[in-house]
């Protein structure tokens, strides 16, 4: 009888390579790892047997892999894993603020709980509003063992529901953040924060 192959981090990180490969294009880049992640996603277990996670708590951010050759627009693409008390921020921004990822893509897996994702805009000025001011445009849920990606420059915010004890949430990014200048969001000022960070 042939035994089945489950897909791990590494052939994830393998595929993930040749997707950077076929295309220079960001959406298609985002939408290759995405795709590679739900293959991950839907492998029981593995997160908390590679993390040696207890069977509650562990909270806190945990880096699986750093890459030095791959990456949008340049190589050093990181995979990491959020583990967070349930309902609160997923990953981000721990403030729950909209926020950007400059140049970069980011890739978002669900691996345990679900969580709310919104994206913003900015809606230009009218005569009672002279000033553009950013407004959420779309709101989806993001349930176990599902992705969502968002491309270069788009605003969005996730936010945890997750009813459980935690909540383990994936993000890829295509560049390694602590590296990259990006925005965070004021909704009540409309003001932008300069921010390099990895959170």
């Known amino acids: 009888m042939a035994q089945t192959q489950v897909y ?5 990180v393998e595929d993930s390579h040749d997707v950077y490969k076929a295309s220079t294009d960001a ?16 492998v029981p277990d593995w997160i908390e047997e590679r993390l ?43 403030t729950g603020a909209p926020h950007d990822h400059g140049p970069c893509f980011v890739v978002y897996g669900m691996y345990v709980g679900q969580t709310i994702q919104r994206k913003y805009r900015w809606t230009g000025a009218d005569a009672q509003n002279h000033t553009p ?3 959420e445009y ?20 996730p936010m945890s529901t997750t009813e459980g004890p935690r909540s383990i949430l994936v993000r890829v990014t295509s560049q390694d953040l602590a590296q ?14 300069l921010i390099r960070t990895s959170d």
Not at 8 to 12: A, C, D, K, W, Y
Not at 27 to 42: P, T
Not at 61 to 68: N, P, R, V, W
Not at 180 to 193: C, I, N, P
């Open 138 to 157: 779309v709101r989806f849920p993001q349930l176990e063992k599902e992705t969502a990606f968002f491309l270069p420059g788009e605003i969005h915010s």
């Open 180 to 193: 990259v200048w990006r925005h965070r969001y004021s909704l009540q000022d409309g003001g932008a924060e």
């Open 52 to 94: 040696n996670l207890p069977a509650e708590g562990g909270f806190g951010t945990y880096c699986l892999h750093q890459d030095t050759e791959y990456g949008h627009p340049q190589p050093g693409f990181t995979f990491l894993v959020h583990v967070t008390p349930a309902r609160r921020q997923s990953g981000a921004g721990s």
């Open 133 to 135: 001011r950013m407004e």
């Open 8 to 12: 791990t981090l590494e052939r994830f």
């Open 27 to 42: 959406l298609s880049r985002a939408q290759g790892v995405a795709e590679n992640l739900r293959r991950l996603l839907a």
